[in-house]
């Protein structure tokens, strides 16, 4: 099946600076990467994905990147704000038995500190 | 407003009761399924279905219970043969069962068995 490595844990960042986490997968056929963000207490919410078809997409200050030779993709978030504190979850799909099921990172606790 | 309720937000439990928690979504998704959340650990698959009436186990389903009757509604029963219950609890839904729909992702239910 489908194993996702998520990297770094943890990340601090000035406010302003930019915000780099990075997810290693390990099935070549997988070609569905969503990111999700999660505040404290709630639920994750989708802020951006990418298909295999593309190398980069950008959403104002968020990015991902995908790199299907070397099966990793990232998260760029640029400009951080206060409100960009979270934590933050890449995922891959999990193509066998069928269904829509995703794997996911370990997490990445994003602080922005004034 | 369309979306995902989870209830209750907050549920405590003696050790060797069962438990259901309560999802319900207004977004007319055929899939729904439910994660468990453990501190520093991502989200892992309990069950999932992909339409009413069918539901398969994810990745750690031991322990635990689900029903697929109606279209909206996927409650999740916490056995007391689950050995280690105390986690939070994500319920999700997509509109369609096939791989690379957005999950979209209730508040959670934080249980706690002692």
């Known amino acids: 099946g489908e194993n996702v490595e998520q990297h770094p844990s943890t990340l601090s960042v000035q406010e302003g600076d930019s915000a780099v986490i990075k997810c290693t997968y390990s099935?070549?056929?997988?070609?569905?990467f969503p990111w999700y963000k999660q505040e404290l207490g709630k639920g994750p919410q989708l802020i951006i994905d990418?298909?295999?078809?593309?190398g980069e997409k950008k959403d104002q200050r968020i990015a991902v990147t995908l790199n299907k030779t070397a099966k990793h993709f990232s998260l760029h978030i640029t400009e951080t704000q206060p409100e960009d504190s979270a934590v933050y979850f890449c995922?891959?799909?999990?193509?066998?038995?069928?269904?829509?099921?995703?794997?996911f990172g370990t997490g990445t606790q994003l602080k922005v500190e004034l | 407003d369309g979306g995902i309720t989870q209830s209750p937000k907050y549920l405590f439990r003696k050790e060797g009761q069962n438990v259901t928690l309560s999802c319900e979504q207004n977004?007319?998704?055929?899939?729904m399924y439910w994660y468990r959340q453990d501190p520093g650990q991502g989200l892992r698959l309990i069950y999932y279905s992909q339409i009413v009436n069918d539901f398969q186990k994810g990745d750690i389903a031991e322990g635990y219970s689900v029903s697929r009757e109606k279209k909206e509604s996927f409650p999740l029963t916490v056995t007391s043969a689950q050995k280690n219950p105390t986690a939070f609890y994500l319920c999700?839904?997509?509109?369609?069962?096939?791989?690379?729909?957005?999950?979209?992702f209730g508040p959670g239910t934080r249980l706690t068995v002692t």
């Open positions: 995922a891959a799909p999990i193509l066998t038995g069928g269904g829509n099921k995703l794997t």
């Open positions: 977004l007319n998704h055929d899939a």
């Open positions: 990418i298909r295999s078809n593309v």
């Open positions: 999700a839904s997509s509109r369609a069962g096939g791989p690379g729909y957005e999950q979209y």
């Open positions: 099935d070549s056929a997988s070609n569905y």
